[in-house]
């Protein structure tokens, strides 16, 4: 069972609440579609700068593997807080710990719930074992 | 549509491959990380699956003058025992596909693109009506042959362990010939491959397909070879500097400016054959040139992804790779004549973002070369 303290998104990004702000960051599916297991397929990942307005939906930054590029989408609309440092020269941090470690943004969201299409943990379980 | 399986498919399975659909095949990409496997058959020995490419058998006495008609290199010409690399073109220069054909003592053997394979059966069947060829048997295999190659400078030590009644050593590059393979009399084997290396790829009969890889794993196993996906063969292939349809060649991108000229004969006995005008134009006035592209950057080139110089876009990339056996991450791409010489610095656009790389003549890597 993935992490029940966070909500899912069907592109594979999880939110998680951390006081004012939210988290953000990729689950280890996503993870695993990219780099099958192996974090030394990962190569690059794009995050954004402090300030930046991002919408609901909307591309925040990349991730690529050996193999592919993936878009990470924000789950809410809000202004980042901060990106994630230590995840540019070390992306195995993303293999090893894609729930804590692994965070990728942290968002002033612009309202504070986190509806919409996100997932419970559960929810998204079964809608991976149906869709995959 | 449901996927083809080759009969190795259990095997793969069995192994812990990941799946994938490959021109309508389900296809092993990967049983280990790729750049793993890319070094396996660099340094000691790999295994493949190629039961899903195209094998097309033509009889016949007039085989060659109709294969001669369709195809950019003289068939007639090949020695036999020889294979030599083709394409088949329309009139206006578009390949439809790439292929190796094997001219044996009483017939050829094409070897296609398992995406093309259809196409190209029909291609040659409405030909064979139109002219004076309707003697010539076009005969499809595919269905019913096995392909397992082997690949990396162990291949011969491995195969030489399973094989009576053929000398491997005096098959040469791009020759072959019939032996015993475990046992099985007839199968076809040939000095070819598709990364770069030394290596041998078998045709037998399918349902011996199965027995035939489990012995070449177990006796490979010594030598350190391991099955290979679809995932490095392409970085493999691209590292050798080799063509793969849809990326460097297709609709719109011609042999020529390819640099495949080594398989399109352009002299006056050929000009019988489809596409000889066009494709004699081309290499007269060519506009564009495929080269490598090597970059230190993070980011890894992709198909599609366009190449500038300055402010100027002035090519586009076909494949692109990160090259464990060069260091760097390589790209095939089209560039305009002019800035297709080696040291010339230009830029890929990443999705909006601009990485540097370095002009570089094809291949990458060479075994030969050193």
């Known amino acids: 069972m993935r992490p029940d303290d966070r909500k899912y998104t069907r592109s594979h990004e999880w939110i998680k609440a951390d006081g004012d702000t939210v ?21 690059y990942c794009d995050l ?24 990470l989408n924000a789950p809410v609309s809000g202004t980042v807080v901060e990106a994630n440092p230590a995840i540019e020269d070390h992306l195995e941090i993303l293999s ?34 149906e869709s995959h | 549509m449901a996927l083809k399986a080759t009969t190795l498919h259990a095997a793969h399975v069995a192994a812990g491959a990941r799946m994938i659909d490959f021109g309508g095949w389900s296809m092993p990409v990967q049983y280990r990380p790729i750049l793993e496997e890319v070094a396996t058959v660099r340094q000691r020995v790999g295994l493949f699956d190629l039961g899903h490419m195209g094998r097309i058998e033509l009889r016949g006495p007039d085989r060659e003058a109709f294969l001669d008609r369709l195809a950019t290199n003289h068939v007639a010409k090949i020695p036999i025992g020889a294979i030599r690399y083709g394409l088949l073109c329309r009139e206006n220069g578009d390949p439809i596909d790439d292929i190796l054909v094997y001219r044996a003592q009483d017939h050829l053997f094409v070897v296609v693109n398992a995406s093309n394979t259809a196409v190209d059966v029909e291609w040659l069947h409405q030909h064979r009506a139109q002219g004076p060829f309707q003697g010539v048997e076009i005969i499809d295999r595919t269905d019913e042959l096995g392909m397992i190659a082997l690949q990396g400078p ?15 050593g005096a098959i040469k590059y791009y020759r072959f010939s019939f032996g015993r393979v475990c046992g099985i009399d007839g199968v076809r084997i040939s000095r070819t491959g598709y990364t770069g290396e030394d290596g041998f790829e078998l045709y037998l009969p399918n349902p011996q397909a199965p027995r035939v890889w489990d012995a070449l794993v177990e006796s490979g196993a010594p030598e350190g070879l391991t099955p290979i996906g679809l995932g490095a063969r392409d970085t493999l ?22 640099g495949l000229s080594f398989g399109v004969n352009l002299t006056p006995e050929k000009k019988n054959t489809l596409g000889y005008a066009a494709l004699s134009a081309f290499a007269a006035k060519p506009t564009r040139r495929l080269v490598g592209l ?24 076909c494949s692109g790779s990160v090259s464990p056996t060069v260091g760097k991450h390589i790209a095939s791409a089209y560039v305009a004549i002019g800035f297709d010489r080696p040291g010339t610095e230009l830029e890929f656009d990443l999705r909006g973002k601009r990485q540097s790389c370095v002009v570089q003549e094809l291949p990458f890597y060479s075994r030969t070369r050193g």
């Open chain 1, 23 to 43: 988290l953000i960051g990729i689950t280890d599916f996503a993870v695993n579609e990219l780099c099958s297991g192996n974090e030394g397929d990962l190569v």
């Open chain 1, 48 to 71: 954004p700068e402090a300030g930046r307005l991002v919408e609901a939906g909307e591309t925040f930054g990349e991730i690529e593997s050996v193999k592919a590029v993936a878009d």
């Open chain 1, 96 to 129: 090893r710990d894609p729930w804590n470690e692994g965070w990728m943004i942290r968002l002033a969201p612009k309202t504070k719930s986190l509806d919409g299409e996100l997932m419970s943990a559960a929810q998204y379980e079964a809608w991976l074992a």
């Open chain 2, 154 to 168: 162990r291949s011969q030590a491995v195969l030489e362990k399973l094989t009576e009644g053929v000398d491997l």
């Open chain 2, 237 to 258: 292939r691209l590292e050798a500097g080799m063509p793969l349809y849809g990326h460097e060649i297709g609709p719109g991108l011609n042999p020529i400016e390819a």
């Open chain 2, 294 to 317: 090597a970059s230190d950057g993070p980011r890894v080139p992709r198909q599609g992804y366009t190449v500038h110089a300055a402010d100027r876009e002035i090519g586009f990339v």
